[in-house]
């Protein structure tokens, strides 16, 4: 598991960097004491998981996370300060520690973090291994699904919807003739269901009906047919590009 800290304080920097070195799976591929430094890095880099200050000498990491996203990695926040509590938590973080970092609580986030990674590698081939198998038996394109709003089911031909979009525990499903259907559940609960007919998961927040992507642009979205763009991670782009090629 590849992990980038920003931290600038030198002495916490090095205790964090003792700590981790002795966890086997963990790799340290970079670390920062500046926040523009660390904007111009960890996007190339590609961690894992970040531990984050939240004040650093020249800003706030909330401001580099709203540059940058979060949807390729998780964060897990270090500070002196617990009043950062809430805005850390609606931001999606992992974790949030308070100064000074003990070990065994660096070792518990970063061991909770490994294995929600272990898991999602997991029902990613799981998912792959369902869309195989629907495939190969040629599962009807008239599938429907049943999507529970706060006022009524209603029930939808998998093929009319266009993409779903979560938001904090919710779902929007957008239908071709530019319908939206609200639900409260999160968008992981319906990939599974949604994978095998050609659906794709181009971003933490986006899943998109690969039948009705009309461009992908190298910037890092796809334009749909009704014109919406949507951003594909770079976490993603990999499995975007497989989905071009193998257009017929």
Do not use: W
Not at 23 to 41: F, L, Q, R, T
Not at 114 to 135: G, H, P, T, V
Not at 234 to 248: D, F, G, H, Q, Y
């Amino acid at each position: 598991m590849k992990l980038y800290i920003l931290e600038d304080e030198a002495r916490i920097l090095q205790d964090i960097l003792q700590i981790v070195q002795r966890i086997d799976y963990v790799e340290v591929i970079g670390y920062a004491s500046e926040i523009s430094k660390a904007a111009k890095e960890i996007p190339g880099l590609r961690p894992d998981i970040i531990l984050a200050d939240i004040r650093l000498k020249d800003g706030n990491s909330f401001n580099l996370f709203d540059q940058i996203g979060t949807s390729d990695f998780q964060v897990i926040f270090l500070t002196a300060f617990d009043q950062y509590a809430i805005q850390a938590l609606n931001l999606g973080a992992f974790g949030y520690l308070l100064k000074p970092v003990d070990e065994e609580s660096l070792r518990t986030a970063l061991d909770k973090c490994f294995n929600y990674r272990k898991q999602e590698s997991f029902d990613q081939q799981q998912l792959a291994i369902a869309k195989d198998y629907y495939l190969s038996q040629e599962v009807s394109l008239n599938k429907r699904i049943a999507l529970k709003t706060f006022e009524c089911i209603e029930v939808v031909a998998i093929k009319e919807i266009m993409y779903c979009k979560g938001d904090k525990g919710y779902t929007t499903f957008v239908l071709i003739d530019a319908k939206e259907i609200l639900v409260s559940k999160g968008l992981k609960e319906y990939e599974p269901l949604l994978y095998p007919f050609g659906f794709v998961r181009c971003h933490q927040s986006y899943m998109v009906n690969f039948a009705y992507v009309k461009k992908y642009y190298r910037e890092g979205y796809l334009q749909m047919e009704n014109g919406e763009k949507i951003q594909v991670s770079s976490r993603k782009k990999e499995e975007v590009m497989r989905c071009l090629e193998n257009i017929a």
